[in-house]
């Protein structure tokens, strides 16, 4: 099963706001509200974020946010700050696998 | 609060066998989906292995065969039985789990595992 597709890099300056894209199939992404996304950075175990598409676990900062539409799903970070810099991943339930689907991975850098 | 603690990492030669262990407290690990997820240097997470609350087991096809999920529920841990180890599945390995369907909210740190002779 393939991976979902994020893009490999986005960058943003402290304060702006960045976006970055997860895309899958109906068959995952578009088919089901179970898309999730994590926070990673270097040589930590990965956080979560967002829950079923756009709901905040509690002690989330709300500058994180999430979408869908269609087969992309969308993670959303305003108000940019350095600590924001690290590695961002989707992860979706799919109905083609029995195992749920990780996205390649974007890395965020704060310039 | 929910913590998971894994330990058995290390260096280990190609063919050679490895169990982990993901330690849990705060929950109870066989009422919960527990996942195995795994990193190699540099790259992406990989969900690999998963264990449902009602028993079933599931396994990527890198290692199907190979790898085996299980439980003890009186020790309330999870492990990962490693036989044939490849050089590709040097990595960092996660447990974790969720607090409902299709998420994983806790992490435990992670070991490493290196293969290579």
């Known amino acids: 099963q393939s991976a979902l597709t994020q893009p490999a890099s986005v960058s943003g300056s402290p304060g702006q706001s960045i976006t970055i894209s997860c895309t899958g199939t109906s068959s995952d992404v578009g088919g089901y509200n179970y898309v999730s996304w994590y926070q990673q950075h270097p040589g930590k175990a990965p956080k979560l974020l967002i829950y079923e598409v756009s709901n905040r676990p509690s002690g989330v900062s709300n500058r994180f946010s999430g979408s869908k539409s269609g087969n992309t799903a969308s993670l959303t970070i305003s108000g940019l700050q350095a600590e924001d810099e690290a590695d961002y991943y989707c992860y979706s339930y799919t109905s083609s696998s029995t195992l749920d689907l990780f996205g390649g991975g974007t890395k965020l850098t704060v310039l | 609060e929910v913590q998971l603690v894994e330990s058995g990492g290390g260096l280990i030669q190609p063919g050679g066998s490895l169990r982990l262990s993901c330690a849990a407290s705060g929950f109870t690990v066989r009422s919960n989906s527990m996942t195995w997820v795994r990193q190699a240097p540099g790259m992406g997470l990989e969900c690999f292995s998963v264990v449902y609350s009602d028993g079933n087991t599931y396994y990527a096809d890198s290692v199907k065969g190979r790898f085996t999920i299980s439980r003890d529920n009186s020790k309330n841990t999870l492990y990962l039985q490693m036989n044939d180890l490849r050089a590709e599945d040097t990595a960092v390995y996660y447990c974790?789990?969720?607090?409902?369907?299709?998420?994983?909210?806790?992490w435990g740190q992670g070991t490493l595992v290196t293969v290579s002779s």
């Open positions: 974790a789990t969720g607090s409902g369907s299709y998420r994983l909210d806790y």
